[in-house]
């Protein structure tokens, strides 16, 4: 089974500056995607970026960039610029290309952005 | 286009009792999946329906039950409610073609207490 772990509970920035968050999975898989969802207090789980691990070019997408590493099964997100509106839970999530909808979360990170 | 919708969105049980959640797919979508995010973790995965039958399930006891109709709505059951239940239930919905586009759309969740 796959597991993802998300080793910072809590993290803070301030405002404008860059903040890196961590996710390593654990997969025998070779074909799967990987996803950071950013959850607000208004509960809804909302796609930040995703990768494809036949990619090798790391995902961007405004001022959230990843650095995968397939073979160290890391997975960062990198937020650039913090707004006060970043300010959120984020979950690192895994699905095997062949698992239909079945994605694999992380326990989350916290993060809290300073004016 | 109306995104995922999700009722009710607060629900207070008593151990035993029974509880039916409901689901309005995103438009257009024809699967659906449903998570369980107790307090402070992650989400888990429940189940997944596409065209009104389950085709995965993580490991959740048959007390939790769900059902698809023609229209792509979706229910989740929970009988014989036990105090571990009390938990946010995220359904999410996506594309057709979601194994290459790889991106679930999530509702604001039903929050359940069990008391």
């Known amino acids: 089974a796959q597991t993802v772990t998300q080793s910072q509970p809590e993290m803070s920035v301030q405002e404008a500056e860059t903040v890196t968050l961590s996710c390593t999975y654990d997969?025998?898989?070779?074909?799967?995607?990987l996803f950071w969802y950013k959850q607000p207090p208004s509960r809804q789980m909302i796609l930040v970026i995703r990768q494809e691990a036949y990619k090798q070019q790391n995902a961007t997408e405004n001022r959230f960039s990843v650095n995968f590493q397939k073979a160290a099964k890391s997975f960062s997100l990198k937020i650039s610029d913090s707004q006060l509106g970043d300010a959120a839970m984020y979950f690192c999530a895994y699905r095997s290309a062949n698992a239909g909808n079945m994605l694999t979360f992380g326990g989350g990170t916290r993060l809290m952005v300073k004016p | 286009e109306t995104g995922v919708t999700q009722s009710p969105t607060h629900l207070i049980k008593t151990r035993g009792q029974q509880v039916t959640l409901r689901c309005s797919s995103q438009?257009?979508?024809?699967?659906v999946s449903w998570y369980q995010q107790a307090l402070g973790q992650g989400p888990q995965f429940i189940f997944q329906y596409y065209r009104e039958e389950e085709n995965g399930r993580g490991n959740f006891p048959p007390r939790f039950s769900g059902l698809q109709f023609p229209n792509y709505s979706s229910e989740l059951n929970v009988n014989a409610l036990e105090l571990d239940d009390s938990a946010l239930y995220l359904c999410a919905s996506s594309f057709p073609d979601q194994r290459e586009s790889g991106e679930l759309f999530f509702g604001e969740g039903s929050r359940l207490t069990v008391l």
């Open positions: 438009s257009g979508h024809n699967t």
């Open positions: 997969t025998s898989e070779s074909d799967y995607y």
